[in-house]
Structure formats: structure tokens, C-alpha cells
């Protein structure tokens, strides 16, 4: 199993990237998929959630409106389109796959927003 995330980086305060998690060794489109952070000292938080139809989103209020999450079950990828972001942001981004008591993650991506 792995998922490998990608399109971190620095960015100006009101700027936006987008990451991608591709996936592989398992199901993809069975799976719900999650974005989550964690900045520095402090405790790995939920940012986004698709369940495996793409039916359901979530989203944390520290986000809401700015970023997306989707996904591409043929591509067996997730992505989070993050706009107008503010340096609080800052933090490594995990994806993460869940089903069930099943869970698996990504070793993460860094996204630093700084003038």
C-alpha cells in the first residue's frame, strides 16, 4: 500500500497550491479519502474528507471556502485545492485512506505560507 503525496511547497499569504495523493495496492475507490495537517507541536488535524462516491464532503471550519478536496477514482488520486492561504496554514499534509478499522497514510507533504 502506499499513497504519495505531492505539490507542497513555499507559498506567499493568499496564494494557493494544490496537492495530490496518488494511490496504489489497494481499492481506491472503496475508500473514503481525508486531507490532514500538523504543524509544528501540535496535534495532526482533519482539513478534508470524500467519501469513496464522492458524495460527501467535509471540511474543517478553519477552511471552509478556501479549500477543495475531489478525487479521480480512475487515476486512483485525491486532490486539495487550497486558495487564499493565510501563514496559519502552514503546516505537513497528510493524505490518508480509511474503511472500516482499515486506515492508511501518506508520509506527508510540507506547505509553508510566508511573505
Known amino acids: 500500500v502506499q499513497l504519495v503525496e505531492s505539490g507542497g511547497g513555499l507559498v506567499q499569504p493568499g496564494g494557493s497550491l494544490r496537492l495530490s495523493c496518488a494511490a496504489s495496492g489497494f481499492t481506491f475507490s472503496n475508500y473514503h479519502m481525508s486531507w490532514y495537517h500538523q504543524a509544528p507541536g501540535k496535534e495532526r488535524e482533519l482539513v478534508a474528507s470524500?467519501?469513496?462516491?464522492?458524495?460527501?464532503?467535509t471540511y474543517a471550519e478553519s477552511v471552509k471556502g478556501r479549500f477543495s478536496i475531489s478525487r479521480d477514482n480512475a487515476k486512483n488520486t485525491v486532490y486539495l485545492q487550497m486558495n487564499s492561504l493565510k501563514p496559519e496554514d502552514t503546516a505537513v499534509y497528510f493524505c490518508?485512506?480509511?474503511?472500516?478499522?482499515?486506515?492508511?497514510w501518506g508520509q506527508g507533504t510540507q506547505v509553508t505560507v510566508s511573505s
Open positions: 470524500i467519501s469513496s462516491t464522492s458524495g460527501s464532503l
Open positions: 490518508s485512506a480509511f474503511r472500516s478499522s482499515t486506515r492508511y
